[in-house]
């Protein structure tokens, strides 16, 4: 089993950064994938950016690339998303998810940017 527990998020202006953490325990040797996704209101969840534990291969939505990367610190067993030059369409709960063989999810964390 893997728990994920985020943190950050909140209210973010339109140009501004924020940062959001999600901190990974339990058997956390067996994941291959570390993700973040967000869900919009009224819209199916996506998937914003994505590394792999093994090669740190990274793909992003074309919608964030170049404002958002995927930093991780393997001391803290952290993966965060840096969000820089946020618009308000990325507001949107986002969600941390971690791979080995099943899916495991985050809480959710509200990020609102305002215009």
């Known amino acids: 089993q893997v728990q994920l527990v985020e943190s950050g998020g909140g209210l973010g202006q339109a140009g501004g950064s924020l940062r959001l953490s999600c901190a990974a325990s339990?058997?956390?040797?067996?994941?291959?994938?570390m993700a973040w996704y967000r869900q919009a209101p009224g819209k199916q969840r996506e998937l914003v950016a994505i590394i792999t534990t093994i090669g740190n291969s990274i793909n992003y939505l074309d919608s964030v690339k170049g404002r958002f990367t995927i930093p991780t610190d393997n001391a803290k067993n952290t993966v965060y998303l840096q969000m820089n030059s946020l618009k308000p369409e990325d507001t949107a709960v986002y969600y941390c998810?971690?791979?080995?063989?099943?899916?495991?999810w985050g809480q959710g964390t509200q990020v609102t940017v305002s215009s």
């Open positions: 998810n971690a791979r080995d063989k099943i899916s495991y």
């Open positions: 339990g058997s956390i040797f067996s994941i291959n994938v």
